[in-house]
């Protein structure tokens, strides 16, 4: 089994100090959009030699943005397709499968509001959106068969406060049916889904569909699952216990090719331990 832990886990955020952390733990680590630019990111990424994941805004340039592939402003769009594309040529040099990234939005929210409650929050041309987001995949996918990397969508996440008049979403692939649109519409060789468990409770409970039967119809799209728990009203990446709801479903998600990623926050290196022994033991069907 894949098993790593996100970069959200270290209570720092220094990336020297995580990769020693690491190294000197033997973990393999996804590193994630929690960490501040630095000059020399890439290099250091490279030189960890332990296995090593690449997800969303990591490397953080210099100049800040929110990654966002729906965008109809083009600079920003522009700048999360290269960005993307970055990923994965980093991705090649590191031996590494894919590259991940979030789904796209049909606003463009502060970094400040992601996970959170959008202050700008207006009726939105969906289909527009929806249109930009296919054709920025497409883009990327051109790259990812290039350099024989994939290019890996994840599941946004929404919370009951950001629904627009109660009924539609502000962000896209937050559902099932969504999602397998997407890739039914995408039908690559190169593209798959990043399935983050506790992003589909949320939306689950926003929405009011089944949690067990969305992982039954979007799972064979799935190349990596990102753990983590809540109580379905916000996305808090809680510590996974035997009630875990994703437990019942994690046997069939084994396969050599699929990474799972513990994305709790701010723990120990024993609590690591810990969430580790409670996967397998899940697995061997011990809860």
């Given at each position: 089994?894949?098993?790593?832990?996100?970069?959200?886990?270290?209570?720092?955020?220094?990336?020297?100090?995580?990769?020693?952390?690491?190294?000197?733990?033997?973990?393999?680590?996804?590193?994630?959009?929690?960490?501040?630019?630095?000059?020399?990111?890439?290099?250091?990424?490279?030189?960890?030699?332990?296995?090593?994941?690449?997800?969303?805004?990591?490397?953080?340039?210099?100049?800040?943005?929110?990654?966002?592939?729906?965008?109809?402003?083009?600079?920003?769009?522009?700048?999360s397709i290269a960005h993307c594309i970055n990923?994965?040529?980093?991705?090649?040099?590191?031996?590494?499968?894919?590259?991940?990234?979030?789904?796209?939005?049909?606003?463009?929210?502060?970094?400040?509001?992601?996970?959170?409650?959008?202050?700008?929050?207006?009726?939105?041309?969906?289909?527009?959106?929806?249109?930009?987001?296919?054709?920025?995949?497409?883009?990327?996918?051109?790259?990812?068969?290039?350099?024989?990397?994939?290019?890996?969508?994840?599941?946004?996440?929404?919370?009951?406060?950001?629904?627009?008049?109660?009924?539609?979403?502000?962000?896209?692939?937050?559902?099932?049916?969504?999602?397998?649109?997407?890739?039914?519409?995408?039908?690559?060789?190169?593209?798959?889904?990043?399935?983050?468990?506790?992003?589909?409770?949320?939306?689950?409970?926003?929405?009011?569909?089944?949690?067990?039967?969305?992982?039954?119809?979007?799972?064979?799209?799935?190349?990596?699952?990102?753990?983590?728990?809540?109580?379905?009203?916000?996305?808090?990446?809680?510590?996974?216990?035997?009630?875990?709801?994703?437990?019942?479903?994690?046997?069939?998600?084994?396969?050599?090719?699929?990474?799972?990623?513990?994305?709790?926050?701010?723990?120990?290196?024993?609590?690591?331990?810990?969430?580790?022994?409670?996967?397998?033991?899940?697995?061997?069907?011990?809860?």
């Open positions: 089994m894949n098993l790593a832990v996100s970069t959200s886990v270290f209570k720092i955020k220094d990336v020297e100090t995580i990769i020693e952390i690491a190294t000197e733990n033997d973990l393999m680590v996804e590193f994630s959009s929690d960490l501040p630019f630095v000059l020399q990111a890439e290099d250091l990424f490279l030189g960890f030699k332990s296995q090593k994941l690449l997800h969303n805004y990591f490397p953080a340039p210099k100049g800040s943005f929110v990654l966002n592939l729906a965008s109809t402003n083009d600079e920003i769009r522009s700048k990923g994965l040529i980093l991705a090649k040099k590191a031996g590494i499968p894919f590259f991940s990234a979030h789904a796209g939005f049909c606003i463009d929210p502060s970094s400040k509001e992601l996970g959170s409650i959008f202050k700008n929050n207006m009726l939105i041309d969906k289909a527009e959106h929806w249109k930009l987001f296919v054709a920025a995949i497409r883009e990327i996918l051109n790259s990812a068969d290039e350099l024989s990397v994939d290019f890996l969508i994840e599941n946004n996440v929404l919370i009951k406060a950001n629904l627009i008049d109660g009924i539609s979403s502000p962000l896209l692939c937050v559902d099932p049916l969504e999602i397998s649109m997407l890739f039914t519409e995408i039908n690559h060789s190169r593209f798959g889904l990043l399935l983050d468990t506790g992003h589909l409770k949320v939306s689950s409970a926003t929405l009011g569909f089944d949690l067990n039967k969305a992982v039954d119809s979007i799972g064979a799209y799935a190349r990596e699952i990102h753990h983590s728990d809540n109580n379905g009203l916000a996305d808090t990446n809680n510590q996974l216990t035997e009630d875990y709801w994703f437990f019942n479903k994690i046997a069939t998600f084994i396969d050599t090719y699929i990474y799972h990623v513990l994305e709790v926050r701010n723990i120990s290196i024993n609590q690591i331990y810990d969430q580790y022994s409670l996967i397998e033991k899940s697995i061997r069907g011990n809860i």
